[in-house]
């Protein structure tokens, strides 16, 4: 026999490891659940094309399509939109199940984010113009370096800015600014664009998750870019955020540390 405070504090700690089990059986059936999900929706985007290739396909065999230059050239260019597509999504994938693979194993560097907005803005320039969208940049000439890595910093930025491009409309504007602070460096991605609704902010670094999915397809989006970032900024040890208004813009903040001295 156990005296009575004994048996109190045994009692305790049988109830705190049913709590402990429950919840690990509880996240077990949530991961499984994003796994079921994941691959029904990696299915899905991959039939939806598949699909109109086969019609067009077949059209192009069965019907008079290949008699008209004109209808076959545009059929084929339907289909060669559909193969880019299935190629950025598997292309995607690939990067998403790398960086997993990854995880832990990075090793971080010291890296200046001037030279990598550099890079990243040469790439988008013409984009930016097609669109008569305005660039600034917001840095003062004394920042430090980050811990970092260049490769990761340069995929961030570069998808951050897509985005921006993709949810500006022609005339805005895209400010990319760096801030000092005591042992941190933040870079935004600031647009002046279509905004995100406070409940999609919460949902948008999910794999597939899309405010507008039509509209995401149009402009070459898979719903899997902002996924990538976040395990990219994490991988190296980072934070990411977003601030957004609908109809007034959004700022994506990156935070990373500065090497120790
Ligand atoms: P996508 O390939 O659809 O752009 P992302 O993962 O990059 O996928 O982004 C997820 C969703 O977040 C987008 O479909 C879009 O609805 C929203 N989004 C991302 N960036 C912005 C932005 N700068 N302005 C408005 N909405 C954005």
């Known amino acids: 026999h156990l005296p009575k405070n ?3 504090t045994l009692g305790k700690a049988i109830n705190r490891l049913a709590e402990a089990v429950q919840a690990n059986i509880s996240k077990r059936e949530k991961m499984e659940q994003i796994r079921r999900e994941f691959s029904s929706n990696v299915s899905h985007e991959l039939k939806t094309p598949l699909t109109s290739i086969k019609g067009y396909v077949e059209t192009l065999i069965e019907g008079g399509a290949l008699d008209s230059k004109d ?6 260019k339907i289909i060669e ?3 880019e597509r299935i190629t950025s999504l598997v292309t995607d994938l690939l990067r998403l199940s790398t960086i997993e693979a990854n995880q832990g194993l990075i090793s971080l560097e010291s890296v200046d984010w001037k030279p990598v907005i550099s890079e990243v803005l040469m790439r988008q320039e013409i984009n930016l113009k097609k669109k008569s969208i305005r660039f600034n940049l917001n840095a003062p000439d004394s920042i430090s370096k980050v811990m970092g890595s260049r490769k990761a910093m340069t995929h961030i930025l570069d998808n951050l800015l897509q985005n921006a491009l993709n949810y500006t409309p022609e005339g805005g504007s895209i400010t990319v600014g760096l801030t000092q602070k005591t042992s941190q460096v933040v870079l935004t991605v600031e647009d002046t664009g279509i905004g995100i609704s406070k409940r999609d902010q919460s949902r948008i670094f999910e794999r597939f998750y899309r405010v507008d999915s039509a509209r995401s397809r149009d402009d070459g989006g898979t719903g899997l870019g902002l996924a990538i970032v976040k395990h990219l900024v994490i991988q190296i040890q980072g934070t990411i955020n977003v601030q957004s208004e609908l109809n007034k813009g959004s700022i994506f ?5 500065t090497p120790q001295t």
């Open 71 to 76: 209808d076959a050239k545009r059929f084929l």
């Open 6 to 8: 004994e048996l109190g």
């Open 253 to 257: 903040t990156v935070t990373l540390p």
């Open 81 to 83: 939109a559909n193969i």
